[in-house]
């Protein structure tokens, strides 16, 4: 594989080569019969030259809550946090690489950014061409028509899933040439030929037209995919684990020719995936995701090099390869990823962080956990009275019972940092009454030239 990296962020100038106002007024295309190579003649800026670097897309503060329902009325008895209040930018021509353990709301995060499901609450603001910095008017949710059509065709997507994205009753000419069709791009034989140029930018060509998606392998079909995101000529493709489920010989093809594509068509690419080797070939920045939060993000060279929140390390020391310095930390990820629904409070990793501190967020859901992985002690657990978060009455059914979690709370069974940020442990009878000390949330701070942290160690002064 070769290595690409964008223009953009290696701060080289970038040849820009779009219509800025593009739509709605459709922009020229080569006539039948004239077929140009698409990467090789890219389109010329009329009206003003969009910059490399330029912010493209902003999410700011988004969340998506899924409601969770219970019972014959099916009322909404919680939510599942799965993205919860979420910031960061995407520049034209950048990749940025989205990564967190399955379940953190990569995909989430990911239909937000595309259009496709709308947040609970926060923004995404997109540069339509109004040629002004971004701000509230361009909030994807309160655009005209006009504008709304030029986000949509904009930003395309690309699945982990090709079987299920890809109609299996359609042919090949029919997928890759539905967004011109829906966009009024081309019909008849035009269309036919758009489609040749792409399916031959993607790798495939005319033989391949009239074919079902079953008649492909999964990188084949990965690339009509691509075919299909790429006939709009977007700026942003949100790419979706796109090479998880491929053989790693076909995942290097894939990414060589996203990284082509990219390189000819100055796209923006949002990469979302589970897999740092990934991010560290493909993305400009890395983005660190955990249980809904942003917990880290910067430069990848950075945070390959110098990753400041123990959740990155700890990520990055499962990847040992990928390791520059023998001297980091090889913390490795021990327990599952929490219930989102129920977050844990102050910093959301304190339950698994190897390194946490009393100042971390120490709450009684912590011992609720505890107690729910220990199943004769949950069985005894007969109540919870709370008076706030970090301080409650846990009530059960025998005297043992919470002589047994007194004793595990003063044990090395839970981390020295939660035995340091207890300020009360009483047992009277059947109750056992906790107090830990209460502590604000942990945000992102700056740790050097953009890059920023979500950890009380190592903040600046
Ligand atoms: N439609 C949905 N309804 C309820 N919960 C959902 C839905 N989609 C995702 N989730 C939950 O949101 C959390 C984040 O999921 P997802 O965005 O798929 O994470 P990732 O892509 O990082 O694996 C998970 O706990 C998942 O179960
Ligand atoms: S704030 Fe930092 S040290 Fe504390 S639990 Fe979170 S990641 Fe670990
Ligand atoms: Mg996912």
Not at 268 to 273: C, E, K, N, S, W
Not at 274 to 290: E, F, G, P, Q
Not at 306 to 315: K, V
Not at 340 to 363: M, N
């Amino acid at each position: 594989m070769h290595r690409h990296r964008s223009a953009a962020a290696a701060g080289r100038p970038r040849p820009c080569r779009r219509l800025f106002s593009r739509t709605p007024a459709r922009r020229a295309r080569p006539r039948d019969g004239d077929r140009r190579d698409m990467m090789q003649q890219p389109f010329t800026e009329t009206t003003r030259q969009k910059k490399a670097g330029d912010t493209l897309l902003s999410v700011r503060d988004l969340s998506k809550h899924f409601p969770i329902r219970d019972g014959v009325l099916q009322k909404v008895v919680g939510h599942v946090r799965a993205v919860d209040g979420v910031s960061f930018d995407i520049r034209r021509g950048e990749t940025v690489g989205l990564v967190g353990e399955s379940g953190c709301g990569k995909t989430t995060l990911s239909q937000c950014v595309a259009g496709l499901t709308t947040p609970t609450s926060g923004q995404i603001l997109f540069d339509t061409g109004s040629g002004k910095p971004l701000g509230p008017e361009d909030s994807i949710a309160r655009l005209p028509k006009d504008r709304q059509r030029i986000f949509r065709r904009n930003v395309q997507m690309v699945f982990q899933d090709n079987f299920a994205s890809l109609n299996p009753r359609e042919l090949v000419v029919d997928i890759v040439g539905r967004p011109l069709r829906v966009y009024r791009e081309a019909s008849g034989t035009a269309l036919t030929e758009r489609v040749v140029e792409l399916l031959e930018q993607v790798g495939l060509g005319r033989q391949h037209l009239y074919r079902y998606p079953h008649q492909f392998s999964g990188g084949q079909r990965q690339r009509i995919s691509i075919a299909r995101a790429l006939a709009l000529d977007p700026d942003l493709i949100v790419l979706d684990e796109p090479t998880s489920a491929l053989d790693v010989s076909v995942q290097a093809q894939i990414l060589n020719l996203l990284g082509d594509l990219q390189h000819h068509r100055h796209l923006a690419y949002l990469f979302v995936t589970h897999d740092l080797s990934v991010v560290r070939h493909m993305a400009d920045r890395t983005v660190t995701m955990y249980l809904g939060r942003v917990v880290e993000e910067g430069p990848t060279e950075t945070i390959f090099r110098e990753a400041a929140h123990p959740y990155t390390r700890a990520l990055l020391a499962a990847k040992p390869d990928l390791d520059d310095d023998p001297e980091a930390p090889l913390a490795m990820l021990e327990g599952t990823i929490p219930d989102p629904a129920r977050p844990p409070k102050g910093c959301r990793f304190h339950t698994r962080c190897p390194v946490s501190t009393p100042v971390c967020g120490w709450e009684v859901d912590d011992i609720v956990r505890l107690l729910e992985a220990d199943e004769g002690l949950f069985q005894s657990l007969s109540g919870v009275e709370r008076r706030s978060d970090v301080d409650a009455d846990l009530t059960f059914a025998d005297e043992a019972s919470a002589l047994a979690l007194w004793e595990a709370l003063r044990s090395d069974r839970v981390p020295g940092a939660m035995r340091e940020a207890t300020e009360q442990l009483k047992v009277e009878g059947r109750s056992l009454r906790v107090r830990f000390s209460e502590v604000d949330e942990v945000h992102l701070t700056p740790r050097g030239e953009g890059h920023r942290a979500a950890c009380v160690l190592g903040q600046p002064e």
